[in-house]
């Protein structure tokens, strides 16, 4: 448990740049890997790591950017940039997957005997395990911060290491068996396997983009801190939220009596947007003041004119 809140108190920008890091190592020991085994799947392997050191420091880049503060141009922050890396990442896993099918097919055409497999494996071991370690750090740290482009990194991450893990089981039964034609094949299944990882990458970039509503648990809580402050006087409606990288988005209507002074109707408004954003991390609310006998009316047809 100690582990799991030490990780989650790491900043997304360290986490990224360990990431950088770590994905130049890999690249390394892959290649290394590859160049002693022949083995066309360690090939795929270290393919899928120069996209990760592309994807980690695009990732950077992009946290950078989205903790930059609101300007004249950017009245809202710049937190969306987060779903850029996201997508970025997605697009990179799909030139990987190409370069890798190109690769195993071309073997699965020509077989070639596998060598100095010991070595080369152990290696692909190695830079599988700091990965997986990485990619579990960075996925707790993402769920604190709500940052895409840390969770995306990490997820890109699982996705090698499960990649390496098929590639070192395929790489030991081509060689137990003799069937040369398991490397490529393993190489083609890493792939695919990406393949799907990279869509679902770019499809969450693309609802970010698109700005989703917030989660359902995070809707019940707004809804339980808005039920504290409703009254027979007092009523709430016309609630649409949104997420923005890592901040969050409530707009709302709240209802009053007419004969409120604005001073009293501002000083109740002041505590239910506090209460909000108390019980909701990030959040920022946005109240309306209107009087109990008035509605306000969206989507009306002279407005879709």
């Given at each position: 448990?100690?582990?799991?809140?030490s990780?989650?108190?790491?900043?997304p920008?360290?986490?990224?740049?360990?990431?950088?890091?770590?994905?130049?190592l890999?690249?390394?020991?892959k290649?290394?890997?590859?160049w002693?085994?022949?083995?066309?799947?360690?090939?795929?392997?270290?393919?899928?790591?120069?996209?990760n050191?592309a994807?980690?420091?695009?990732?950077?880049l992009?946290?950078?950017?989205?903790?930059r503060?609101?300007?004249?141009?950017h009245?809202?922050?710049?937190?969306?940039?987060?779903?850029?890396?996201?997508?970025?990442?997605?697009?990179l896993?799909?030139?990987?997957?190409?370069?890798?099918?190109?690769?195993?097919?071309?073997?699965?055409?020509?077989?070639?005997?596998?060598?100095q497999l010991?070595?080369?494996?152990?290696?692909?071991?190695?830079?599988?395990?700091?990965?997986?370690?990485?990619?579990?750090t960075m996925?707790?740290?993402?769920?604190?911060?709500?940052?895409?482009?840390?969770e995306?990194?990490?997820?890109?991450?699982?996705?090698?290491?499960?990649?390496?893990?098929g590639?070192i089981?395929?790489?030991?039964?081509?060689?137990?068996?003799?069937?040369l034609?398991?490397?490529?094949v393993?190489?083609?299944a890493?792939a695919?396997?990406?393949?799907r990882?990279?869509a679902?990458?770019?499809?969450?970039?693309?609802?970010?983009l698109?700005?989703r509503?917030?989660?359902?648990?995070?809707?019940?809580?707004?809804?339980?801190?808005?039920?504290?402050?409703?009254?027979?006087?007092?009523?709430f409606?016309h609630?649409?939220?949104?997420r923005?990288?890592?901040?969050?988005?409530?707009d709302?209507?709240?209802?009053?009596p007419?004969?409120?002074t604005?001073?009293?109707?501002?000083?109740?408004?002041?505590?239910?947007?506090?209460a909000?954003?108390?019980?909701?991390?990030?959040l920022?609310?946005?109240i309306?003041?209107?009087?109990?006998?008035?509605?306000?009316?969206?989507?009306?047809?002279?407005?879709l004119?």
């Amino acid at each position: 448990m100690s582990l799991a809140l030490s990780a989650q108190r790491i900043p997304p920008e360290v986490l990224l740049r360990w990431s950088v890091g770590v994905a130049a190592l890999t690249i390394v020991l892959k290649t290394l890997a590859w160049w002693l085994t022949g083995s066309v799947g360690l090939l795929s392997d270290a393919m899928e790591s120069i996209v990760n050191l592309a994807g980690a420091a695009f990732a950077l880049l992009m946290v950078r950017i989205a903790s930059r503060p609101a300007d004249d141009d950017h009245p809202y922050g710049h937190h969306k940039a987060e779903y850029f890396s996201a997508g970025f990442e997605g697009l990179l896993i799909f030139v990987a997957a190409g370069g890798i099918l190109w690769a195993a097919v071309l073997r699965l055409m020509d077989p070639q005997p596998l060598q100095q497999l010991g070595i080369g494996l152990a290696l692909s071991v190695v830079s599988s395990a700091i990965n997986g370690a990485l990619a579990w750090t960075m996925l707790q740290s993402s769920r604190t911060h709500r940052s895409m482009a840390l969770e995306g990194d990490a997820r890109h991450l699982i996705t090698d290491v499960w990649t390496s893990a098929g590639v070192i089981l395929g790489v030991g039964l081509a060689v137990a068996t003799g069937w040369l034609w398991l490397d490529p094949v393993v190489a083609i299944a890493v792939a695919a396997n990406i393949l799907r990882e990279g869509a679902h990458l770019m499809w969450k970039s693309t609802e970010g983009l698109m700005d989703r509503a917030l989660e359902p648990e995070v809707l019940d809580e707004i809804d339980r801190t808005l039920e504290q402050f409703k009254h027979h006087t007092i009523r709430f409606d016309h609630v649409s939220t949104r997420r923005s990288g890592s901040r969050r988005f409530v707009d709302l209507h709240m209802h009053m009596p007419a004969n409120w002074t604005l001073g009293r109707a501002a000083a109740l408004r002041a505590s239910v947007e506090q209460a909000l954003m108390s019980a909701v991390p990030g959040l920022r609310a946005t109240i309306q003041l209107l009087p109990s006998d008035v509605e306000a009316h969206f989507d009306d047809e002279k407005d879709l004119i």
